[in-house]
């Protein structure tokens, strides 16, 4: 059964409510996603009056590299695929053997 929400800690619960308002951080020229943009968290923190903020950030931490390893292997996946249909025939995948007799 998968996990939900309320399935974990509160403290865990608003590490997730407050990832969700930090903005993303894409790498220009590959479009490669770079995790999470930190410069707001501190009033994120100031702003809903997180009791445990240290806590939180490692939480947030934990879950944005699991986001990041998430998308990195989905965009190799991406990638693979679109060389193998590149890729000129027999050149990935089946090689075919002719035997002719004459």
Same mark, same amino acid.
């Given at each position: 059964?998968? !996990?939900?929400?309320?399935?974990? /800690?509160? +403290?865990?619960?608003?590490?997730?409510?407050? $990832? &969700?308002?930090?903005?993303?951080?894409?790498?220009?020229?590959?479009?490669?996603?770079?995790?999470?943009?930190?410069?707001?968290?501190?009033?994120?923190?100031? !702003?809903?009056?997180?009791?445990? /903020?240290? +806590?939180?950030?490692?939480?947030?931490?934990? $879950? &944005?590299?699991?986001?990041?390893?998430?998308?990195?292997?989905?965009?190799?996946?991406?990638?693979?695929?679109?060389?193998?249909?590149?890729?000129?025939?027999?050149?990935?995948?089946?090689?075919?053997?002719?035997?002719?007799?004459?």
């Amino acid at each position: 059964m998968p !996990l939900i929400f309320s399935d974990f /800690p509160e +403290e865990v619960q608003v590490a997730f409510f407050l $990832y &969700d308002f930090l903005p993303d951080n894409w790498e220009g020229m590959s479009g490669s996603y770079l995790g999470k943009d930190y410069s707001t968290i501190e009033f994120l923190f100031k !702003l809903f009056e997180v009791s445990e /903020p240290k +806590e939180t950030l490692l939480f947030i931490k934990i $879950y &944005d590299q699991k986001v990041v390893e998430y998308r990195m292997k989905k965009q190799q996946q991406k990638e693979k695929a679109s060389k193998v249909k590149k890729s000129p025939p027999g050149a990935a995948g089946k090689k075919y053997v002719h035997n002719v007799k004459g």
